[in-house]
């Protein structure tokens, strides 16, 4: 069996693989990046840590707001959209998808990352 950072790294560009998704990231909820596919030119950092405010503030609106249990945020943009959701308690799955992208089967591969990222990451853990 492969190494966790391995593991991730695989989960991410398999996710990167779908045709509708640009890039994609797992950060850590501080903001932190664990690992990216983001192109030249994207700073990884500075992403993360915004992606971490907006689920983060996100969060709590929802909750201050009486909507429940926040699940996912979707930016959208004249080129495109940010889409982040949880990945466990400890990280967040962030992709960046073309204009026109299948949001179902974006979605459904997201959820079948993060499901993969927490169960690596629990597994770490010794949980």
Do not use: C
């Amino acid at each position: 069996m492969t190494d966790v950072w391995g593991q991730l790294e695989q989960t991410i560009e398999e996710l990167s693989n779908l045709s509708d998704i640009k890039a994609a990231a797992v950060v850590r909820r501080d903001g932190l990046v664990i690992t990216h596919t983001l192109p030249d030119g994207v700073d990884p950092r500075g992403g993360a840590a915004m992606t971490a405010a907006i689920v983060g503030t996100s969060e709590m609106a929802t909750v201050q707001l009486g909507q429940g249990r926040f699940e996912r945020a979707i930016v959208e943009s004249d080129e495109g959209k940010l889409l982040s959701l949880g990945a466990g308690e400890e990280a967040l799955l962030v992709a960046l998808v073309y204009k026109d992208a299948n949001l179902g089967l974006v979605l459904m591969g997201m959820e079948r990352a993060a499901h993969a990222v927490d169960e690596i990451l629990h597994r770490e853990g010794g949980s």
